[in-house]
C-alpha cells in the first residue's frame, strides 16, 4: 500500500546549515520538493533587506533564508506543543498535529510572492507581494500549486488562507502572523546577525521554551515574560537603527524615483526600452502576468539599471548612476506640521540650480508600532500578545510589564527632507562659485541634521 503524499517522510533527515539556527531540518517529502520548486529558488536572488545592503554591507542575505528560518522556527514550535501541549490531554486548548504540515507549508511560503526591491517596486507598479504569494499558491501553472495539490485538492486553498489570516484554527495563524510570530523572530535574529547590530538580538531559545498554545491562538507562560519584553526592545532597536536608516531610506527614494523616471520616459518613447530593458517591459506597459513577475530578481533589475547609464535621458542615466554608485539622497528631519512651508522654499532653490524636484528631492516618513494591545475598531488589527498566569488566566502584556507599556500604541519614527548631497558639500559642487549665494542660502534652512527656520 502506499503512503499518502501529505504523511511522505524522508528516508533520512535533510538539514541546511544556517547561520542562525545552525540547522534547519527537513523531514518531510513535500517540504523539500516545496523547497527545490522554481518559485521558491528564485527567493536566492531577491535580497531579504533590499537598498539597506547599500547602509550595512554585510546583509546580502536572502528571502530565500529568511523562509527557510520561519520555518525551522515554526517546525520547532510544533515540535513543542505537541510534546508538552497535545489536544488528547488539553482539549481545545492544545495543539492538534494535524495542524503541523499546513503550518509547515505556510510558514515556508510566506514570502513567496515578494519581488525586487519590494517595497519600491510595488509602490511604482502597483503590485502586491501578499496578493502575488496567495497567487502563486493557487495557481495551476506553478510548481507550488502542483506540489501542494498532491496532498488533497484543497490542500492550496488552505495554505493560502493561513497567509489571508482566514484559516479556522488560529494557533496556526498566529505562528506566522501575529506580534511575535514565526516570521518575525527570524527576521529580527537574521538581519540583525548579517547588519552586525547586536542589539537586534534576543533569546529565541528562552521564548520557545515559554510558548503554548490556548483556544485562541498562542500564548507565553508568565516566567518568560522578560524574554518576550526583550524581543519587543530587539524590535523597537531594529526598526529605529536598521530599518529606518537614513542613509537606506534615502537609497530607497533614489530607487522609487529611478522606476518612477523609467516609467515617465517610457511613456515617451518606448521604442528606447525594446531593445535592453525586456522583462520589465510588461511592468512598464502595466501589463503583467504571473509569469512576468516570476522572472524578475534583482539581478534583472540591476542589469537594467546598468544600462539606463547610457540613456539619452538625462536624469534617468543620472538617477541609475547615483544608484549603483551609492550615491544617496541627503536627508534632514523636519517638522512636518510647521515646517511644510520651509521645504517648499528648499525645493525651490534646489530647481533655480537646475535639479527637477521631482526627482531629486522627496519627503519620506517612516513610522513603526514597536507593540500594540488589540483595538477591535481599528482598520489593521494586531493580535495583542497574551501572558499565560500560573492560574490558567491570560492577560495582556503590557498591562504586566511597565516596560512595554511604556512603547505600547505609541508609533516611533520620524519624517525627513531629502534632497542632493551637493547642496551641502562643496566638494560635489562643480560650480560652487557661481551658485555660492544659492548654496549659502539653502545650508541657512539645516541646523545638527534638521530643517530651522532661517533667521
Known amino acids: 500500500m502506499s503512503i499518502p503524499y501529505k504523511a511522505q517522510l524522508l528516508p533520512t533527515e535533510k538539514v541546511f546549515r544556517d547561520p542562525v539556527h545552525n540547522y534547519i531540518h527537513v523531514q518531510h517529502q513535500i517540504i523539500l520538493d516545496l ?127 493561513v497567509i489571508q489570516k482566514t484559516y479556522p484554527n488560529p494557533q496556526v495563524v498566529q505562528l506566522i502572523s501575529s506580534q511575535i510570530d514565526a516570521d518575525r523572530m527570524d527576521y529580527l535574529l537574521r538581519d540583525a546577525y548579517y547588519t552586525g547590530t547586536e542589539y537586534g538580538t534576543f533569546d529565541l531559545t528562552r521564548i520557545l521554551r515559554v510558548i503554548r498554545p490556548y483556544e485562541n491562538g498562542i500564548a507565553f507562560s508568565e516566567n518568560g515574560m522578560h524574554a518576550v519584553e526583550d524581543y519587543i526592545v530587539s524590535r523597537y532597536q531594529m526598526y529605529m537603527q536598521v530599518y529606518f536608516h537614513p542613509v537606506s531610506r534615502g537609497m530607497e527614494v533614489l530607487l522609487e524615483h529611478l522606476l518612477n523616471r523609467a516609467s515617465e520616459v517610457y511613456q515617451q518613447t518606448p521604442d528606447s526600452f525594446e531593445a535592453h530593458s525586456q522583462l520589465l517591459l510588461p511592468f512598464l506597459k502595466q501589463q503583467f502576468t504571473l509569469a512576468d513577475y516570476l522572472k524578475l530578481d534583482d539581478g534583472v533589475l540591476l542589469t537594467c539599471f546598468t ?14 548612476k547615483r544608484f549603483l554608485n551609492r550615491k ?23 530647481a533655480s540650480l537646475g535639479y527637477n524636484p521631482k526627482y531629486y528631492t522627496a519627503i519620506n ?25 500560573q492560574d490558567g488566566s491570560l492577560t495582556e502584556l503590557s498591562q504586566l510589564s511597565p516596560l512595554v507599556s511604556a512603547l505600547a500604541g505609541q508609533s516611533q519614527g520620524d519624517h525627513r527632507f531629502y534632497f542632493p548631497k551637493e547642496m551641502i558639500d562643496q566638494r560635489r559642487q562643480e560650480h560652487y562659485d557661481l551658485f555660492e549665494e544659492t548654496y549659502q542660502e539653502f545650508a541657512k534652512y539645516i541646523k545638527n541634521g534638521r530643517i530651522i527656520s532661517p533667521e
Open 328 to 350: 544617496p539622497l541627503k536627508s534632514v528631519v523636519f517638522d512636518e506640521e510647521t515646517q511644510m512651508p520651509l521645504i517648499k522654499e528648499m525645493q525651490a532653490l534646489i
Open 365 to 389: 516618513s517612516s513610522y513603526d508600532l514597536p507593540y500594540d494591545f488589540y483595538r477591535p475598531d481599528t482598520k489593521k488589527q494586531r493580535t495583542q500578545i497574551e501572558i499565560a498566569k
Open 307 to 320: 544600462q539606463w547609464i547610457d540613456e539619452q535621458d538625462v536624469i534617468l542615466a543620472d538617477l541609475a
Open 35 to 161: 523547497i527545490d520548486s522554481k518559485e521558491v529558488q528564485r527567493l536566492r536572488r531577491i535580497k531579504q533587506l533590499g537598498a539597506s545592503s547599500f547602509t550595512f554591507h554585510g546583509a546580502e542575505h536572502s528571502r530565500f533564508s529568511h523562509s527557510l528560518g520561519v520555518y525551522e522556527i515554526t517546525r520547532r514550535i510544533c515540535d513543542i506543543f505537541l510534546r508538552n501541549y497535545p489536544q488528547e490531554k488539553y482539549g481545545a486548548s492544545g495543539w492538534d498535529d494535524d495542524e503541523r504540515l499546513v503550518a509547515l507549508c505556510a510558514a515556508l511560503l510566506h514570502d513567496v510572492g515578494h519581488g525586487p526591491y519590494s517595497h519600491a517596486f510595488e509602490y511604482i507598479f502597483q503590485t502586491d507581494h501578499e496578493e502575488i504569494t496567495i497567487e502563486i499558491i493557487t495557481s495551476p501553472e506553478t510548481e507550488v500549486f502542483q506540489i501542494l495539490n498532491r496532498v488533497s485538492p484543497d490542500f492550496p486553498d488552505k495554505v493560502a488562507s
